[in-house]
């Protein structure tokens, strides 16, 4: 009988053979089995055609410059990144379906988080206000005077109403303790809901907040020098 034992071994091609052979043969069942799904598995999506960012549309004038320090210099003013909710921190753009529900807008996506967006946005409309030293980076130089920190309550697409939307309450701390505060809002109506629609939809009214937030932040000592708008593009 196949497998039978001799002088205390299992022959060539016994019980140790078979099961060899058995496993061998189960494993190209199973990859065989496999190969017709090849081309259901995806490891990963299609990358977006194109990404959708935050451009400032007012900028310092060339050749401008700040500084802090000395008799006549002002602090330095640090913008943080807004505190944002949760639908907010993604990089996708959310729709609000009804009071209660949200989804996203298909093929539209940040080159990064919103929050860091509007930080830079904010800054660099600061910056085209005022004389002192804007700082908004992590990486800052020296110890700020004023804060301008807040929480980016909205910033996406309303399904009702066709609009974006963005809100942003921010808020002001002086170098003695002050705290201000004060919420800004901004929606355009009106906008399909596509990415290539929505996108610059939302950088307009994110730029008109921005400038509202910087007037509001600058007060009397915005700069004297003009603004000089943005290049197109």
């Known amino acids: 009988m196949e497998g039978a034992m001799t002088g205390g071994t299992w022959p060539s091609g016994g019980r140790g053979g078979r099961a060899r052979r058995l496993k061998r043969a189960g494993l190209t069942v199973a990859v065989a089995a496999m190969l017709p799904l090849a081309g259901c598995i995806s490891l990963g999506g299609e990358p977006p055609a194109s990404l959708l960012t935050l451009k400032s549309s007012a900028t310092a004038p060339a050749g401008s410059s700040a500084q802090v320090g000395g008799?006549?210099?002002?602090?330095?003013?640090?913008?943080?990144?807004?505190?944002?909710?949760?639908?907010?921190?993604?990089?996708?753009?959310?729709?609000?379906?009804?009071?209660?529900?949200?989804?996203?807008?298909p093929e539209a996506f940040w080159v990064e988080k919103p929050a860091r967006?509007?930080?830079r946005?904010?800054?660099?409309?600061?910056?085209?206000?005022?004389?002192t030293l804007v700082l908004d980076s992590d990486d800052t130089p020296t110890l700020a005077e004023r804060r301008v920190r807040g929480s980016l309550l909205e910033l996406g697409y309303d399904a009702a109403t066709s609009a974006v939307m963005i809100r942003y309450d921010a808020i002001v701390t002086e170098a003695d303790g002050t705290v201000s505060s004060r919420r800004f809002e901004a929606r355009e109506e009106g906008v399909l809901a596509e990415?290539?629609?929505?996108?610059?939809?939302?950088?307009?009214?994110?730029?008109?907040?921005?400038?509202e937030v910087a007037e509001w932040v600058a007060g009397p000592n915005a700069a004297t020098a003009a603004v000089t708008p943005a290049p197109a593009g």
């Open 121 to 131: 946005l904010l800054g660099e409309t600061l910056r085209a206000q005022v004389s």
């Open 117 to 119: 967006l509007f930080r």
């Open 195 to 211: 990415a290539s629609a929505v996108g610059p939809a939302l950088n307009r009214i994110a730029n008109e907040v921005a400038g």
């Open 71 to 105: 008799e006549a210099a002002q602090g330095a003013i640090a913008v943080l990144a807004p505190e944002t909710p949760a639908k907010l921190d993604v990089l996708r753009v959310p729709v609000n379906i009804s009071d209660t529900e949200i989804a996203y807008l």
